[in-house]
């Protein structure tokens, strides 16, 4: 049924407040590291600042530690996404193709442990992490991230390989592709979109997780990006405004791997919602 422009605009204006309300924490961080200590304790919230430093991030690109950081973020995000985008597909396919007892049964206890608080689960991760003598190392954490990311890729990429026509691969298959080459060929490709949205949720995930990777890890040199954030206060006092310019710094190959892959998202999340 069409809207009348009455609701248009109405519905239009909810939007528009919605995205102001979501995006004026992001709008404060950024122009809160934009200002002197004077400006950021002043009882006066200046909504556009008059005046702007950059010392702040000059302060927080030049904490000791912070390209080592970085890299151990990226190791321990980019890889537990790929594990988990490999492994996930991997148990799709017969999940979506082919029919075996206990199936049903399966794909349940996957949505459970996607279900089960994060929480829940760092006392048992922990003992076994330091029965396997993994504690303080950067694959513990590379682990962790890819257990708590791989229910949600597995069923995700259920719904994404259920969508696609099993008669694209059979098709294939006539025309001389093994099973194997049909889904190479056809299937995945079609797949994209459904790896891009699945990889984006992980890779933030596994980006912005800090109890793990300050628990975990002792090692200064081995701590990723989060912890680095949480250095900038200290008992004495807490430099506001290098904690707003790190945390720019910090969203920005987040924001980056978003605008890469912001179309593939888009239709990714629109089909995987044909089947599921």
């Known amino acids: 049924m069409k809207k009348s422009l009455t609701q248009r605009i109405t519905l239009s204006v909810v939007g528009l407040l919605i995205a102001l309300l979501f995006f004026f924490p992001t709008y404060w961080m950024f122009t809160t590291s934009l200002k002197t200590p004077g400006q950021v304790l002043s009882p006066d919230y200046d909504l556009f600042p008059s005046s702007a430093t950059l010392q702040n991030f000059a302060s927080a690109l030049t904490k000791p530690g912070f390209v080592t950081y970085l890299g151990n973020s990226l190791i321990v995000t980019l890889g537990a996404v790929i594990a988990a985008l490999v492994v996930g597909v991997l148990a799709a396919i017969p999940l979506a193709r082919f029919r075996f007892s206990g199936r049903k049964g399966f794909l349940l206890l996957i ?7 994060l929480s829940a689960l760092f006392i048992p991760m922990y003992l076994l992490m330091r029965d396997i003598g993994l504690l303080d190392t950067l694959p513990s954490l590379l682990l962790v991230y890819f257990a708590t990311s791989l229910p949600f890729t597995v069923w995700m990429l259920y719904g994404f390989i259920n969508g696609i026509p099993y008669d694209l691969e059979e098709a294939a ?7 194997a080459g049909a889904f190479r060929r056809v299937t995945l490709p079609l797949l994209g979109p459904g790896l891009v949205t699945t990889s984006v949720f992980s890779f933030i995930t596994a980006w ?7 628990v975990f ?3 200064k040199s081995k701590q990723t990006l989060p912890v680095w ?5 200290t008992a004495f006092s807490v430099d506001w405004g290098a904690i707003m310019a790190a945390a720019v710094v910090y969203a920005i190959p987040a924001l980056i791997f978003f605008l ?12 995987g919602a044909v089947k599921g």
Do not use: W, Y
Request: net charge positive; with cysteine.
């Open 173 to 179: 298959m006539i025309d001389g592709c093994s099973r």
């Open 111 to 117: 949505l459970v442990a996607q279900l089960a608080p």
């Open 217 to 219: 890890i002792h090692d």
């Open 260 to 271: 890469i892959v912001q179309r593939k998202l888009v239709s990714g999340l629109t089909a």
């Open 208 to 214: 912005n997780e800090f109890l793990f990777a300050l």
């Open 229 to 233: 954030l949480s250095s900038f206060k």
